[in-house]
């Protein structure tokens, strides 16, 4: 895939080669069950608690308030279920604009009656109202868990999650964050901000699939979402993807310790796609909060018109990967929820591209020859 520019970071990453080459020593050398005694299983198990150091380390949380498991959407799934089923919650603050994992799990949360969920209103650029959410949780008095996450897939927008924090401290509402896209590219520390849940997958910053994490608050314990052995302290039955946790917990650490280099690099191919759309295009507008914004991810409306429907496609057929809206599991291209949520009529044609540190200047050039060639 030499020849392949890909622009689709939001959907998922290439592995780092240091994170193949770690994981490959991992299945070379630890073929221990993490809960054998012996040695071959102690050695598994400190493989797994040191990821869990890093991962602990990343967001300041302590050891034991991180658990691994499969990808982000479990991770939203057992938070969500879980504060409902351990913490008496009664009601779900949220948004029309989460990812899907977040959206179908209330919808099931509420058909099989298990708590009232209440979808803030979100603005153009995809913005909750700080004060419309004071306000519902001043009102109530039911025990609440306000789901937000933290940057948007699709559209990048930027959640305030100090501030969301602060009410939500005020009110005593327990507060959850989806920071699937936003972990490992903005610092998040729970000391600072009082966070109970979080959630991660590896594979949005260079891990592999299939393996994700998440923070549960000492203050805010749940009850094992997968009933079995103790491994994940009990929380989460099941032999653990030790090759999946190191490849995590490598692609973390070698995210930290570049975050200010890549960040630098990442934002100023955004500012250049920016700046090149605009001197080359007429009448584009770009989608989400351009001043808080998750500085991997551009989304570009352009004017409707037949050449541009077909834009994904075209950009696939010249070598280009990116999106119509977000990846979406069946291949599909469908219209995207929360695009229908903030411009609901707009005949406009989207298109997300997300980068990497991999990414450079001279494909946003390509990109745009290319993207001139099909609008022409
Ligand atoms: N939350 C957000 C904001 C995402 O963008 C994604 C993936 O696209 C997920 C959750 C789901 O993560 P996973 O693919 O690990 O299940």
Do not use: W
């Not at 990453?13 to 240091?18: A, C, D, E, G, R």
């Not at 500012?271 to 001043?291: A, P, R, S, V």
């Amino acid at each position: 895939m030499n020849d392949m520019i890909y622009l689709d970071n939001a959907a998922t990453t290439p592995l780092s080669p240091i994170v193949i080459e770690k994981v490959m020593d991992i299945m070379n050398e630890q073929y221990g069950n993490p809960s054998s005694i012996h040695r071959a299983g102690r050695t598994a198990k400190t493989v797994i608690e040191k990821a869990r150091r890093i991962v602990a380390n990343t967001i300041k949380a302590s050891l034991g308030e991180v658990f691994f498991t499969s990808c982000g959407t479990e991770s939203n799934n057992m938070i969500l279920r879980g504060a409902i089923r351990d913490l008496g919650v009664q009601q779900i603050i949220s948004t029309k604009l989460e990812h899907h994992c977040i959206l179908h799990t209330l919808d099931a949360i509420v058909s099989e009656e298990l708590a009232e969920v209440i979808y803030l209103n979100t603005d153009q650029l995809g913005r909750i109202d700080y004060n419309t959410l004071e306000e519902l949780l001043k009102q109530s008095n039911k025990k609440t868990l306000v789901s937000l996450m933290h940057g948007n897939n699709e559209i990048g927008t930027l959640l305030d999650l100090e501030k969301v924090a602060q009410l939500c401290e005020e009110h005593q509402a327990f507060f959850h964050s989806d920071t699937v896209q936003s972990i490992g590219f903005h610092p998040i520390d729970v000391q600072t901000t009082k966070i109970h849940f979080l959630s991660g997958s590896a594979h949005k910053f260079h891990g592999p699939k299939g393996v994700g994490f998440v923070y549960i608050n000492g203050e805010a314990k749940l009850n094992p979402f997968i009933y079995g052995g103790a491994q994940e302290r009990n929380m989460r039955g099941g032999t653990e993807n030790i090759y999946g946790i190191v490849g995590l917990a490598t692609a973390l650490a070698e995210a930290n310790k570049q975050q200010i280099k890549r960040r630098k690099h990442i934002e100023g191919l955004r500012q250049y796609l920016k700046q090149q759309l605009d001197i080359n295009f007429k009448d584009i507008e770009y989608n989400g909060d351009q001043e808080h914004y998750l500085y991997k991810l551009l989304s570009v409306s352009f004017p409707p018109s037949p050449k541009a429907d077909l834009m994904v496609m075209s950009l696939d057929i010249a070598g280009i990967c990116a999106s119509g809206g977000s990846a979406c599991s069946s291949g599909a291209e469908h219209e995207s929820h929360v695009l229908a949520t903030i411009h609901p009529d707009s005949p406009r044609k989207t298109v997300r591209f997300s980068f990497s540190y991999l990414n450079t200047s001279k494909e946003i050039d390509i990109l745009i020859e290319k993207l001139k060639e099909i609008l022409q």
